[in-house]
């Protein structure tokens, strides 16, 4: 159901999408969840650059800072000049895949352009360290424009995995509070990536921090669902 409304109905249809777009003009965080198809979703809330400049900011924290040249080739589509930059968090935490090789010289990445984009990296297990590096990035973007309209800002986090597997509950809730109000402080659109099914352990412990969650899955095509969590609303599995 969605509130007291029929979901899929004409009423609940609106409310969701008057909330949408209130989030994307306030500010908004989204937790996206499901074991597949969850960088087709992350693409999609990067944001096309067809109506307006963007500004990317990649949080590297199980996978190296090259994902974020991927990402943005599909990205940026547009004839607009974005900026972008990688934080990436080189601690040693038992949540990584450990696939990865991270090399903390690495700096040469790229943009749709072919212009190498700022890309720090963040050493130790201390998630205020990388709390702060984020802000800065994000305040750096800020006093470049001069201010941030809504929705410009667009932050991937990839992923939320070693956090939860290596920290306190009561650490990871206040980093996470503390990231997310940074991005209504800059009326900013972050999704943070979450390998997990929608009615786990994990993804019930952190949802309320969140303004909504979005399952990702594939079935005869990519489909997406979405939990908006401050007004009980539940969509049908749509499209992306």
């Known amino acids: 159901m969605c509130g007291e409304e029929r979901r899929g109905s004409p009423e609940a249809t609106a409310r969701f999408r008057h909330r949408l777009a209130n989030l994307k003009r306030n500010g908004c965080n989204i937790l996206l969840v499901g074991t597949d198809a969850l960088d087709a979703a992350c693409e999609r809330l990067l944001g096309e650059s067809s109506a307006g400049p963007r500004y990317r900011l990649f949080v590297t924290t199980d996978a190296t800072p ?81 201010s941030l309209s809504p929705a410009e800002l667009r932050l991937c986090f990839d992923s939320i995995t070693p956090l939860v597997a290596d920290y306190d509950d009561r650490d990871v809730r206040r980093f996470l509070l503390g990231l997310t109000e940074t991005v209504e402080r800059f009326d900013g659109m972050a999704h943070y990536h979450l390998p997990a099914e929608y009615d786990s352990e994990t993804v019930d412990s952190i949802e309320a921090l969140f303004d909504a969650v979005v399952e990702v899955q594939y079935g005869d095509e990519i489909e997406q669902r979405w939990h908006l969590t401050d007004e009980d609303i539940t969509t049908d599995w749509l499209p992306l």
Do not use: M, N
């Not at 090259?66 to 940026?76: G, N, P, R, V, W």
């Open 66 to 146: 090259a994902i974020a040249h991927s990402k943005l080739t599909s990205a940026q589509s547009g004839p607009y000049r974005d900026e972008a930059a990688v934080v990436d968090w080189q601690a040693d935490v038992r949540g990584g895949s450990g696939t990865d090789v991270r090399d903390g010289g690495e700096t040469d990445v790229r943009d749709h352009f072919g212009q190498p984009f700022q890309c720090v990296s963040v050493e130790g297990d201390d998630l205020r360290d990388l709390g702060e590096t984020v802000e800065e990035t994000i305040e750096q973007f800020d006093s470049e424009v001069g």
